[in-house]
């Protein structure tokens, strides 16, 4: 799994128990699995469908350096499903895993649509393909 996006940990997302509340943590996520099954499938209309159990292990406090790494387990015939952990950054200490995150590719119509993709595409294929095409 990589590891791409990091979060600080500020005064304006910690719960009154002063460490990170859940929800601002699931809306990073969220945004994050969304830019990936994007970026996967290579379509800007996906939208998520599914989370699984949210099992939260471990507490973050302000100052902290959070870091989201999310990777695709499955692909449909339209939908991608994905894993994600966040750790604290410095400790590699495990903060939250989500087993299952199932995103749907829509058309233009915006009902499910067929995707194609059958296997994780890398940044350095994705600008190899690029180049081929020029």
Known sequence: ???HTRKWVKPEDLNPNGTLFGGSLLRWIDEEAAIYAIVQLGNQRVVT???SEINFVS?????DI??????ATEFGRTSITLTCEVR???TRKSILTVEKMVFVNLGEDGLPAPHGRTEIKYVKDQFQDEASVE
């Open 59 to 63: 507490a973050s406090r302000q100052g």
């Open 49 to 51: 469908k599914y989370i």
């Open 1 to 3: 799994m990589n590891f």
């Open 88 to 90: 604290n950054k410095i």
């Open 66 to 71: 959070i870091e989201l790494g999310i990777t």
